[in-house]
């Protein structure tokens, strides 16, 4: 069965950088590409972009460029998302996705504190 | 960005009721509109796809319809795994963009 796997929860400083990660099983990692969303109490599901697991092309919401950097591992059926200079703003769960959210991860809650 | 007003936010409904949520888009989203259902401290579910389809596993009184830019999901005679927030998607231009919700929860 389709499963996506990520890492978990993170406590971050402002200023500073995560990076999560999402390991997919139970199907063709290259076939679908895999989406990022963010939620928020406040701001609801937002959609990050997405990155081509075949190729690494990504699409971004323009609200995340320069925030988001996703990228992917073929070999290990591994998709990652790296958001930088972490505010307050960023704490929220963000889950990753196959496709048009045909599968979710569990999600990863990030929370940015001092 | 397209707009997607969803509505109502909260739907008090009782159990065996036949209940309808709807999205309205802020420009054509032809039929790339999606529902998902989330519970408490869970992933969302794919429920319905391309604006009338069933998506595997889902009961088939969960179904879709769209009348022009509005898209509805209609939940007939509410079972108590029901309660959940949904949530409208559409993903015919980016960036994709969802509804606000609408909380399902017993009367």
């Known amino acids: 069965q389709v499963q996506l796997q990520q890492s978990g929860a993170e406590l971050a400083k402002p200023g500073s950088s995560v990076k999560i990660s999402c390991k997919a099983s139970?199907?063709?990692?290259?076939?679908?590409?895999i989406s990022w969303i963010k939620q928020t109490t406040g701001q609801g599901l937002e959609y990050i972009g997405y990155i081509n697991t075949g190729s690494g092309g990504t699409n971004y919401n323009e609200k995340f460029k320069g925030k988001a950097t996703l990228t992917v591992d073929k070999s290990s059926s591994t998709a990652f998302m790296q958001l930088s200079s972490l505010t307050p703003d960023d704490s929220a769960v963000y889950y990753c996705a196959v496709a048009t959210g045909d599968y979710w991860g569990q999600g990863v809650m990030v929370t940015v504190s001092s | 960005d397209i707009q997607m007003t969803q509505s109502p936010s909260s739907l008090p409904a009782s159990l065996g009721d036949r209940v309808t949520i709807t999205c309205r888009a802020s420009q054509d989203i032809g039929n790339y509109l999606r529902w998902f259902q989330q519970k408490p401290g869970k992933s969302p579910r794919l429920m319905i796809y391309?604006?009338?389809n069933l998506a595997a596993g889902v009961p088939s009184r969960f179904s879709g319809s769209r009348s022009g830019s509005d898209y509805s999901l209609t939940i007939n005679s509410l079972e108590s795994e029901d309660m959940a927030i949904y949530y409208c998607?559409?993903?015919?231009?980016?960036?994709?963009?969802f509804g606000a919700g609408t909380k399902l929860e017993l009367k």
């Open positions: 139970g199907y063709t990692f290259t076939s679908y590409y």
């Open positions: 998607l559409q993903h015919n231009e980016y960036p994709y963009t």
């Open positions: 391309g604006a009338t």
